[in-house]
T-cell receptor
Framework: DQQVKQNSPSLSVQEGRISILNCDYT??????FLWYKKYPAEGPTFLISISSIKDKNEDGRFTVFLNKSAKHLSLHIVPSQPGDSAVYFCAAKTRSGSARQLTFGSGTQLTVLP | KAGVTQTPRYLIKTRGQQVTLSCSPI?????VSWYQQTPGQGLQFLFEYFSETQRNKGNFPGRFSGRQFSNSRSEMNVSTLELGDSALYLCASSLISTAGGAYEQYFGPGTRLTVT
């Protein structure tokens, strides 16, 4: 039973355009969400996060949106650059109960075409 | 500050054997979590150790075990290896326990285990 789902295994975007990566979750107790980026042969690196008390968080070219009623979050990258090509994982956690550890989605491979 | 290191980086084992993987966290970090990454499954949480105690455990069989030493270094052991154990095993460290409230984790490069 996947509590965090990334339904698109891959996404291709032209350089300079917007990349939108989506993530859905089922556990309403999740109160903190993170995005990680992973290059081949490296471990995931933290990208951006958002608390459930907010609906948007921005950091440079990266913006995360949270829609709690829909249990949906998305990562927007504007403008997309070839160096952004990587696997992106969304993750969620709660401060109590059985989901205190980070629960990850299955990842989306983003390819930014020059 | 040095990052999270994992050894070995690559490993080939035969079905039925056992394996031990090692993880050294960022200096000062006391929490180490282990994950298994397989294609299409994302990162599956194995367990977390904090101050030499297991704080949290995922849904993996008892063949998967771990421990943490007083210097926060951690080892993960898999006994009686199965073909399905072939995966990238990642460890991540954080200052405090994720079970206790930490959110961001810093990952090592992983150990690629192949079981033949």
């Amino acid at each position: 039973d996947q509590q965090v789902k990334q339904n698109s295994p891959s996404l291709s975007v032209q350089e300079g355009r917007i990349s939108i990566l989506n993530c859905d979750y089922t556990n309403s107790m999740f109160d903190y969400f993170l995005w990680y980026k992973k290059y081949p042969a490296e471990g995931p690196t933290f990208l951006i996060s958002i608390s459930s008390i907010k609906d948007k968080n921005e950091d440079g070219r990266f913006t995360v949106f949270l829609n709690k009623s829909a249990k949906h979050l998305s990562l927007h990258i504007v403008p997309s650059q070839p160096g952004d090509s990587a696997v992106y994982f969304c993750a969620a956690k709660t401060r109590s109960g059985s989901a205190r550890q980070l629960t990850f989605g299955s990842g989306t491979q983003l390819t930014v075409l020059p | 500050k040095a990052g999270v290191t994992q050894t070995p980086r690559y490993l080939i084992k035969t079905r039925g054997q056992q394996v031990t993987l090692s993880c050294s966290p960022i200096s000062g970090h006391r929490s180490v979590s282990w994950y298994q990454q397989t294609p299409g499954q994302g990162l599956q949480f194995l367990f977390e150790y904090f101050s030499e105690t297991q704080r949290n455990k995922g849904n993996f069989p008892g063949r998967f075990s771990g421990r943490q030493f007083s210097n926060s270094r951690s080892e993960m052991n898999v006994s009686t290896l199965e073909l399905g154990d072939s995966a990238l095993y990642l460890c991540a460290s954080s200052l405090i326990s994720t079970a206790g409230g930490a959110y961001e984790q810093y990952f090592g490069p992983g150990t690629r285990l192949t079981v033949t």
